[in-house]
């Protein structure tokens, strides 16, 4: 047997101290801490719409705070879904708390016991179609359960601290229901580092797991639909791979998620969200499984590059103008580079936003700087920042390509933003985007400034004028509704031609 050195002993032995103080801190959290909690979601009725949910907590003696989230992404008074709240101690007496209203309540915990809080979500109330897919649902077919909505926060009254709750997790799934999420399984349990983002994704699901590079994509879907569950996956694959080359990186452990609203809508619609690497798409079909498809494919393409733009980024400020205007963009790019699409359908695309941009009142009265962080204030910000931000994603990408004849395009903008701010874990923002931006080309002429006329102030787009030296014209249709149509003119120059075939 070797016998350490006597000087090393010590030393060994204050380590091994340090070691077991830090994993007792871990263990039974100081004051001041927020604890974790250990929760479960049952009683989940896909007819009712509403499940029950238990969590509980060691606390220590004093006052803390019980928020339930009330507004998120412009759907407000979502805390009025809770129903028969209870905090009770280990011994069963009921804790009474204060109820301060919009979800926030506030009692005393006895000390160095656990407490446990109960209480039903009640998720039946209708909502505006788009707005489905932002907070957790439960319909006949399938779940969401989204913890940022479902779960309250827990922290102690003066707890400066935002760390999240870390929180155990078990969910009952009803009868021939499954559960697909990306959160860390570890035997009947979740271990959920950060609810605010962790989604579950409940129903009778079938599901495909596809590697992308060194992606591993999981594709899940419930619902009976005009297009196979293999279309999904086929273009849920093909997309990540071409969205990963685009920027040069992968997006590590993703989930898509395809289900019906959780009450049936009228007309071709959808709604989703896209949090952390998962994403979440409801979608309601016409009768036309084509466009149904069509549509589909458009808006996942969209929901998916989120897992880069903005999620893999840190971000300093609101700029949505570039990442849900220029993901819009890049969506439609993902489809004509896939073949999926023709030149036809990418300059109708572009014609379309840039009606919806003419018909929006505010159009004169904001730039999509200060529009993006007013996004839900009303729905023509939300228009402006989607279709304007598009519309000019697309006379950027033009002129880019047209400056440098095909040799750069947008795509190699959002490499280098991603490369050097994501990749890198650097800050960034307006500035770093239009920096970047500018760096690629000279915006400055011929006609106008784009960076500075179209993204930081607010002067009117004359579609026709910008589009004309790529052989490109824009005309109002003197029939129907008058819509705006936008297509290559009958006689192209050689470079003309280069620019609008080379995608
Ligand atoms: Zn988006």
Redesign the pocket.
Known sequence: MIKSPPTILPLFAALAFFISLIQAFGQSPPINHIPELSCRIDRISPQERSLAISCAATLTAGRFQLRFADEFAGVDRLSERVYGLKIRDDKGAALLPEIRGGGLYYFNAPGQRQITINYEMRLARAMAPDQYALVSSLGAEAGFLMLGDLLPRLCPDQADDEAANRTRLQITAPQLWRIATTEKASGEFFEVSDPQRAVFFLGRLREKTATVGTMSLRMAVAGDWAFSDEEVFKFAEAAAREQAGMIGGAAGNSLIMLAPFPQPLTGLRSS???LGRTAVLMLNPNNDAAATFAHYRRHVA??M??FYLPNAFRIRENFDWF??GF??YIALITLLRLRLIGQREYLDAIGAEYEAYWFNPLRNQVSLIEVSPEKFANAANYDLV?RKGMLVAALYDLELRWQSRGKRNLTDVMRALYQGYAARGREIGNREVLDEMRRSGDFSRPISDLIRDDIESLREINLNERVKRYGLVAEWSATGRGGMKLKAAAKLSERQRMLLSGY
């Open positions: 989703a969200i896209t969209h929901e590059f989120h990442w849900e993901t819009r989607y």
